[in-house]
């Protein structure tokens, strides 16, 4: 569609004439009689458009400023301020700032400076562009941001101050900044003290535990704010309204890296700035009928679990602590025994196994909730029917994983599962069974390159919408019998003796869940997804690379 016109002049762009446009999609230049469409002025500052103009698009412009004017366009060499004369030509320019792909889907701040002839259209310049930007409603105006100055290597109030609140002051984006002094501090502030009507969104600097207490904080508020109590698992929860961005300055990051494609606080940083919008599903725990916690992205029993109960005693060590304790973990090679009952997900959200990555944009995450959820119509089918059918799986297992989102990271760049979604209301349960040591090796080998880590006979993958575990020294006697009955009557005694004497280590041993990266208290859980309960400043992964057009160009 042809936008409408809305400033045209004869600007200069790194000493080169040019025939400067502004319409409601786009401010693009091309050197003025050049009717090849090849060349544009000075370096490539972004890609061309059908016209073969130089262009940013609007939503894309960070902002725009009246720039003091210095020698270098007129050739002195030395950059000097001259005063401002309304008579000599060019001396007046403005400096537009903008979104520019990089590599591995990394964003930075570019620059383009555009001198005029006189002030006046300069500022007529300027003011037609900051009208264009007001317009963006989507854009935070006002943000609360906490620091959590212990994360990762504890770079994060540095990371801050120096390389994203320069940006967002830039775009002219006021902040409250709270560096957290306790555990849980973000979480409770959130909970109960912040004035959240004040704020356009919250913003995590930190890790993925940083990002776990910012959600408990915020979910927990908007549950109570509602009068819905999130003690009942089959509760429907509401929806947060503010949006979170992160900062990524923790061990993993796997939240920042699979919502954006890269662990960059400056990417991070203008996704905030432009005002991104990636809704999120997150996963509620109970035990029995008690809430424990939410998760977004790792449930990990066994392997996991085990990681990360040896990695805490070893905080010191910063982000190595997992590798560490990844080995170590690895050479014990511990197996478990349990049952899951899971509630498969319809077929039209695709499977773990479907190789269709949630990318900007996901197909499968708009379709509507009611498509996703499978509900039919209420009078044709039976409560079963409805709400599908349980399965139930027994047996010893090295993990049992449930990623609500493909868990990439820069130790897996592709992720724990990674097909799975980031908005379609599912959660990816893969069971590792007991297996040797070598198979196991290749099975995490494979988390690190292309092929398939799922390819394997000991590992089965299901795309669900709720599930149970129970550990089976926890399963009561009736079910312990009802499981055995078909063995023989010499297993069922072992069992029973086993189960009150746990040093035997006859497949008693425990181990517990890693939930985001907090070790939760009880191994028997239910597990329950609320699609799109949260909503990050990000926009999902972007599927072309770098010199692809990120715009259909009849658009500019
Ligand atoms: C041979 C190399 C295999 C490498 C396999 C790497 C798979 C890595 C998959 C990582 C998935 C991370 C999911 C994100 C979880 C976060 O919510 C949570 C909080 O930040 N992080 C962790 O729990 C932190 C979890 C960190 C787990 C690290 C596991 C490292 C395993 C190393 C095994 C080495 C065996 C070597 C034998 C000689
Ligand atoms: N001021 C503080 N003092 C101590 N602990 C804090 C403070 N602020 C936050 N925390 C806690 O620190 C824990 C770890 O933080 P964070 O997630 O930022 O880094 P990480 O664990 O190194 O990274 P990742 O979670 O990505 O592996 C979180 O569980 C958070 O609750
Ligand atoms: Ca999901």
């Not at 009880?522 to 329950?528: G, K, N």
């Amino acid at each position: 569609m042809e936008q409408k016109l809305l400033l045209s002049s004869q600007l200069s762009v790194h000493n080169t004439l040019c025939e400067v446009t502004l319409n409601s999609a786009a401010l693009s230049w091309r050197p003025r009689g050049d009717n090849t469409h090849k060349r544009a002025a000075g370096r490539r500052y972004g890609p061309l458009n059908a016209a073969g103009s130089q262009y940013v698009p609007v939503c894309e412009i960070i902002s725009v400023q009246e720039t003091e004017e210095d020698c270098a366009s007129t050739g002195v060499g030395k950059w000097q301020k001259v005063p401002q004369t309304p008579v000599e030509s060019n001396q007046h320019a403005f400096t537009v700032s903008y979104v520019e792909r990089t590599q591995k889907h990394r964003w930075r701040c570019g620059e383009v400076t555009l001198h005029c002839t006189d002030r006046t259209l300069c500022l007529q310049w300027v003011q037609a562009i900051r009208e264009q930007l007001s317009l963006l409603t989507i854009r935070p105006k006002r943000l609360l941001v906490y620091i959590n100055p212990y994360g990762g290597k504890h770079h994060g109030k540095r990371i801050y101050e120096q390389k994203v609140a320069p940006i967002f002051s830039r775009a002219s984006i006021s902040t409250d900044v709270i560096v957290t002094e306790w555990a849980n501090h973000a979480r409770d502030h959130l909970k109960t003290e912040a004035e959240l009507k004040k704020y356009d969104g919250v913003v995590c600097v930190g890790g993925d535990g940083m990002f776990s207490e910012i959600i408990h904080g915020l979910i927990s508020r908007t549950q109570s704010d509602s009068g819905v109590d999130q003690n009942l698992s089959d509760e429907t929860l509401i929806p947060c309204s503010l949006r979170i961005g992160i900062i990524p300055a923790g061990s993993t990051d796997c939240i920042c890296y699979a919502t954006v494609g890269s662990n960059d606080p400056v990417t991070s940083a203008l996704h905030i700035v432009v005002g991104d919008s990636q809704p999120m599903d997150v996963c509620s725990i109970h035990h029995n009928n008690t809430f424990l916690r939410y998760s977004v992205s790792l449930l990990g029993y066994g392997f996991y679990g085990d990681v990360l109960t040896d990695s805490e005693r070893k905080r010191w060590m910063g982000p190595a602590r997992y590798d560490i304790s990844g080995v170590k973990t690895f050479m014990s090679h511990r197996y478990y025994e349990g049952t899951i009952t899971f509630l498969p997900a319809d077929e039209n959200v695709g499977t773990p196994r479907d190789k269709l990555p949630c990318r900007t944009g996901c197909n499968i995450c708009s379709l509507p909730s009611a498509d996703k959820q499978g509900s039919r119509d209420e009078e044709s089918v039976s409560d079963t029917d409805r709400k599908g059918v349980w399965q139930v799986i027994r047996g010893k297992f090295l993990a049992i994983n449930a990623a609500c989102m493909s868990c990439a990271c820069p130790r897996s760049p592709k992720g724990l599962s990674p097909s799975a979604h980031l908005a379609d209301g599912t959660v990816d349960l893969i069971l590792v069974r007991r297996c040797s040591r070598f198979d196991f090796l290749r099975h995490l080998l494979r988390h690190t390159n292309k092929d398939d880590q799922f390819d394997y006979p000991f590992v089965e993958v299901y795309r669900v919408r709720q599930f149970h575990f129970t550990p089976r020294y926890e399963e009561t006697n009736s079910e312990l019998d009802l499981r055995e009955a078909d063995g023989s009557g010499r297993k069922r005694f072992f069992s029973r003796i086993c189960r009150e004497h746990p040093a035997c280590n006859c497949s008693l041993v425990h181990s517990s869940w890693n939930c985001d990266g907090e070790i939760l208290p009880h191994a028997a859980i239910q597990v329950r997804v609320h699609c799109q309960l949260i909503k990050l400043f990000a926009r999902g992964i972007e599927e072309h690379s770098v010199f692809e057009e990120p715009y259909p160009l009849s658009a500019i």
